[in-house]
């Protein structure tokens, strides 16, 4: 089965700090997404990571950034986390093709206060 | 560009009722289609998945057939327990990398 770990359930940062989400595959995909998931808006794309080294913006990328330096590991960076950021985060990866569904981790709570 | 529409929640039935959450799509291809399942405190899990018009995916009960002439995943199950309460992801893949969800469907499911 695969596998996507995120390294925290919980997290309450405070206006201003930088934040970093990380994220960790263990079934070599290629392609890893961040999605922010808030009442009434479902899940929205930050960001996805097709390739090491490579990214692409989402629908809302603003206020955010990506790092992926290894296949495995996709990082989402706060730079200055602000209070309408307090949302859930959800890391996903998938293998190429049409067909192949999204795998997703158990999703990070983050409030900012 | 494509785009997922769920039937607005919360959907609340007793335990052993007939469960249907409407799902319709607009794509520009022949796209794949998925239901995931969040549980409280979880992240999604795909459900089922269903590649080409007729083919009906199906896993724990639930059941649904790509429609291509209606463009529809509606998503079945013939006796719901307390244990499917949670919110239901319709979604399409379509080309690219990215998936398009719908904005989820919380279902209840009481004694």
């Known amino acids: 089965d695969v596998k996507v770990t995120q390294s925290s359930r919980y997290l309450v940062k405070r206006t201003g700090e930088k934040v970093f989400l990380e994220c960790v595959q263990d079934m070599d995909h290629e392609n890893m997404f961040w999605y922010r998931q808030d009442p009434g808006l479902g899940l929205r794309l930050i960001y996805f990571s097709y390739d090491v080294k490579m990214k692409e913006k989402g629908d809302i990328p603003e206020g955010y950034s990506v790092s992926r330096e290894k296949k495995e590991r996709f990082s989402l960076i706060l730079e200055s986390a602000s209070t309408n950021q307090t949302s859930m985060y959800l890391c996903?990866?998938?293998?190429?093709?049409?067909?192949?569904?999204?795998?997703f981790g158990n999703g990070t709570r983050l409030t900012v206060t | 560009g494509n785009s997922v529409t769920q039937m607005e929640g919360p959907v609340t039935l007793s335990e052993e009722a007939f469960l249907t959450i409407n799902c319709t799509y607009t794509a520009t291809g022949y796209p794949s289609l998925f239901w995931y399942v969040q549980y409280p405190g979880e992240g999604l899990q795909l459900l089922l998945k269903a590649t080409k018009a007729d083919d009906k995916g199906s896993n724990k009960g639930f059941e649904a057939t790509y429609r291509k002439e209606t463009t529809s995943f509606h998503l079945e199950k013939g006796s719901v327990q307390v244990s499917d309460s949670a919110v239901y992801f319709c979604a399409l893949s379509d080309r690219g990398n990215k998936l398009t969800f719908g904005t989820g469907t919380q279902l209840k499911v009481e004694l």
């Open positions: 996903a990866s998938r293998a190429p093709g049409n067909n192949s569904p999204l795998h």
